[in-house]
Structure formats: structure tokens, C-alpha cells
């Protein structure tokens, strides 16, 4: 191979995300205008995204009739895919003057797309309508993938293999062998679980920019809120809502799609599923009961708050409706601990995931069983189903690279004079793509604090997280830019 990728390949795949980008950005251009604000910000950004992706389109080189997509040109598509649609959506902030300097425009846009709910503001309701608009709109169309959208829009591109499908952790569940197909029924239920909420939400007194918004980012598991309080100035009826679709949308899609077809049969035997199930139930009666018994709340409030914040650290949604920092150090110290679980695989949610933890701990199980007994033959199974041996590898290896790198981000924060307790919370949140952290990220805080150094370092664990790791620390190898 005597270049470095398919340039006809990455071109024409990132022309089409900025396509789609420019009329996000024109929509909410229109909705400026709809609350008499000045649209002239996102339509300058509106431009440039569809500049650039004419230029790409036009210079795209050479095409071939049948073009051979190499795992490296997926790799590099979906990191630049990332980048640019970041460095563009940081634009409207600046443009408009809502977030001064680049630094903190860019970060908030990366934890936009990569749906993780960090955010460099202080107050929240001083933005215009239509940059809050925006804002929810980033975690939208991040939670699905914009590289779904794309496939989407590309019926006639033909991609060997899973290669993007694989990198984005919206879509590791197969529905059907077709990759339109899986396009086509994820899109539909994420469409499905956003109007859902929309129109409970209305039924709870909620307006229709507010419910939008918050669709938007409980169904992306983002969290950014339109609110300076969050959820926490809602009724119980609201808070109740956005729990249980931030559990929903922790759920695999693949779930959802056998609960549409009535196929119970298989949502009852996916052990991922029910292992996620019982994490939520267990953390949240353990930090419900310290409330109870250690803070004296009555139940239902204890009940409430206590799964209200298990369930969206644990979905990395990052909605809050407390302070958990005034909690017992019990209980916030599990929330902390939360922040490595993860969502279910092939939802929008980020972290480890729950199904490579229950390999893990089938590994521990096999582990003990073979020192009770040498020749014992165990096999490491999930849904019925032998992991092989390479898979099993590959999950205990991401998980131990998923844990260096959160020590390495961790002391490279705290070198940059961040205090311990928050470097390491920042750096989980962020990889996880949570939002909230513990320290002085907490959920009553923001991120605005950080050393500028600290943000862009933060803003790279964001994408690393939420492309899985490796499409970004491929590119970082040798190996991988040789023939």
C-alpha cells in the first residue's frame, strides 16, 4: 500500500457528516430566529461546514469501481470524522460570544458529541435559546453516531466487513446482517425512545423546548440540561421519567428491538441484560439505605435521589437532581466507583460496559475453580455462548488498557496542579463520558476551573472513551502506519 489511506474513502465519508452537520446547524439557526435571536452565528458556521464539505467532495481523488477499505482508512475516518465535527460545532460559541475562547468552545463541543455532559458554564440559562438548542442537539446526534447518519444517507457504499460498525459503540449489536438494516431499526428506536420522553415530559408540565432538550440528552445518555439546577428543580413525576429512559437508554438496542418483536424469550436469556439490571438494583439500595440511615431522608426522597444518580452515573448520563458531595463519603465513594461500570453494549451509553465486566468476572470464576481443581476444563460463556479464546483476550486486554490510561490521565492532571480527588474523577467522568465528577467537578460545580492544558487533555480522553480506545491508540502506532 504506497499511501497512507483511501482518500476517496475518508473524503467523501467526512463530506457527508459536515453535510449533515450544516443542516443541523441551519435548523437551529431557524429556531434563533423563531425566539428572536441573532441566527448569524450558525450561519457562518453553517457555511463554513458546507464549504469544507464541497471542497472534500470535489477533492476527493480518484475513484475506483470497486475500492478496497482498509481497517486503517475506518480508523482514520473515524477519528477525523470526530475532530472536525467538533472543531466546526465549537463554532457557534464563539461565533455568538456564549463561550469565550476556543479552548473551552472546543471542549464543549467534544462533550457534546461523545455525549459526556461536562460542561466549562456557569450559568446556563444566560445562553441564547438557540446555542442551548445546539448544545442538547451535539449530544443528539452524537448518541446515535454520526457515522450511523452517514450509512444512513451512503446506501451505495459498500464497507467490507463491520469496520466502522465496530468502532462505534452504538452499534456492536447485530440485528440483521445487512448494515442499512441495523442503521435503519437503531435509528428507528432511538427516534422512538426520544418522541417517548418528549411526550411524557409534556404530560408532566414541562414545555416543549425544555422536553426537547432533555429527551435529547437522556436518550443520548449526555446530560447537558438547559438548566442551571439540572434536573433537581423538577417534579417527582419528571425526575421519575428521566430515570427510567436513562435506564432505557443504558440498555442494549438490540433489547429494545426484541421487546418490539415480542421475542421475550431472548431478552430474558441475555445475561448482559440482567447482570446490568442487577448492578443498578444493588448500588442503588446501598446508597438509598445510607441516605435512609445515615442522612435520616425519608424514604421516598432517599429512594429517589439515590437511584436517580446510580442510574444516570451508571448509563453515563449525568443528569443530577443532588449534591451528592454533602452525602456520606459511603455513598458518593460508590457513585465514584460507578463511574467504571458503563452502560450495556450497543447502547449510547460509554464506560467499560457491563458485559466486559461480567467476562471478567466469569474469568475470576474460572480462575478459582481450576486452583480447586487443576484439571478442571472451565469455559468463560455469555449468553450460552463460549467466548473464545481471542475474544476473551481482547476484553480483559481493554479492560487493563482502559484502567492504565485512566492512571495515566489521572497523574498527568495532577501534574498540572489539579487536586487528586478531581484529576481522578475528572479523567473517569470524562472517559466514561459521565459528565459530573466527585471534588471540585462535582455536579453543582463545572470544569471551567481547569488549566487550559487540562481541558484539552480532558478533551482527548472524551474521544478516546468514546471511540473505545484503540481507533485512537492505533493511530499513535508505528506498526500501524507501515505497509
Known amino acids: ?49 458546507f464549504f469544507v464539505g464541497i471542497c472534500l467532495f470535489l477533492f476527493r481523488g480518484k475513484s475506483s469501481a470497486a475500492p478496497q477499505i482498509h481497517r486503517r482508512d475506518a480508523y482514520i475516518t473515524v477519528t477525523l470524522s470526530w475532530l472536525i465535527i467538533s472543531w466546526v460545532g465549537a463554532l457557534p460559541y464563539l461565533f455568538s460570544g456564549a463561550i469565550p475562547g476556543i479552548t473551552n468552545a472546543f471542549f464543549e463541543s467534544v462533550s457534546g458529541f461523545t455525549t459526556t455532559g461536562s460542561s466549562i458554564l456557569a450559568d446556563i440559562e444566560s445562553l441564547p435559546a438557540g446555542v442551548l438548542f445546539w448544545r442538547s442537539l451535539t449530544h443528539w446526534i452524537g448518541g446515535i453516531g454520526i457515522i450511523v447518519l452517514v450509512i444512513l444517507l451512503m446506501p451505495k457504499l459498500k464497507i467490507g466487513g463491520y469496520h466502522l460498525f465496530t468502532l462505534e459503540s452504538s452499534l456492536q449489536g447485530k440485528i440483521q446482517p445487512k ?5 435503519n431499526r437503531l435509528f428507528l428506536i432511538y427516534l422512538l425512545l426520544t418522541v417517548g420522553e418528549i ?26 440540561s438547559p438548566k442551571n439546577t439540572s434536573i433537581s428543580s423538577y417534579s417527582p413525576y419528571i425526575q421519575y421519567v428521566i430515570m ?5 437508554s443504558g440498555t442494549n438496542f438490540v433489547i429494545h428491538y426484541y421487546l418490539l418483536k415480542r421475542e421475550f424469550r431472548k431478552v430474558r436469556d ?41 442510574i444516570s452515573i451508571i448509563t453515563c448520563t449525568g443528569y443530577a437532581t443532588a449534591d451528592y458531595m454533602q452525602w456520606p463519603v459511603f455513598a458518593w465513594g460508590l457513585l465514584f466507583f460507578a463511574m467504571f461500570f458503563g452502560g450495556s453494549t450497543g447502547s449510547t451509553a460509554g464506560g467499560i460496559k457491563m458485559a466486559r465486566h461480567l467476562v471478567l468476572l466469569r ?3 474460572r480462575v478459582f475453580k481450576q486452583l480447586l481443581s487443576t484439571h478442571a476444563i472451565v469455559s468463560v460463556k455469555l449468553n450460552n455462548k463460549v467466548v473464545s479464546d481471542d475474544s476473551n483476550r481482547s476484553i480483559l486486554s481493554f479492560i487493563s488498557v482502559y484502567l492504565l490510561l485512566f492512571v495515566a490521565g489521572s497523574i498527568l492532571m495532577a501534574a498540572l496542579g489539579v487536586d487528586l480527588k478531581t484529576s481522578a474523577s475528572s479523567v473517569a467522568t470524562c472517559m466514561a463520558g459521565i459528565g459530573p465528577g466527585i471534588g471540585s467537578v462535582g455536579p453543582v460545580a463545572n470544569f471551567a476551573h481547569l488549566p487550559e ?24 502506532s508505528i506498526k500501524f502506519w507501515k505497509k
Not at 448494515?179 to 442503521?183: F, H, L, N, T
Not at 439500595?285 to 431522608?297: Q, R, Y
Open 363 to 365: 474469568n475470576l470464576n
Open 1 to 49: 500500500m504506497g499511501k497512507i489511506a483511501n482518500l476517496y474513502f475518508v473524503f467523501r465519508v467526512i463530506s457527508r457528516i459536515l453535510l449533515i452537520e450544516t443542516a443541523a446547524l441551519l435548523f437551529c439557526a431557524a429556531l434563533s430566529y423563531y425566539y428572536a435571536e441573532d441566527p448569524v452565528p450558525f450561519f457562518i458556521t453553517a457555511f463554513i461546514s
Open 270 to 310: 441475555n445475561d448482559e441484560f440482567r447482570f446490568y439490571l442487577v448492578i443498578v438494583f444493588i448500588v442503588g439500595i446501598l446508597v438509598t439505605s445510607s441516605l435512609v440511615f445515615v442522612m435520616g431522608k425519608p424514604i421516598e426522597v432517599a429512594f429517589r435521589e439515590g437511584f436517580f444518580q446510580v
Open 199 to 224: 411526550v411524557l415530559l409534556l404530560a408532566g408540565g414541562m414545555n416543549l423546548f425544555e422536553s426537547t432538550c432533555h429527551a435529547f440528552g437522556t436518550v443520548a445518555t449526555g446530560g447537558f
Open 244 to 248: 427510567l429512559f436513562m435506564l432505557l
Open 179 to 183: 448494515i442499512r438494516s441495523v442503521g
Open 453 to 476: 492544558s487540562g481541558k484539552l487533555l480532558l478533551s482527548f480522553l472524551m474521544i478516546t472513551g468514546r471511540l473505545e480506545i484503540y481507533t485512537i491508540l492505533a493511530l499513535f
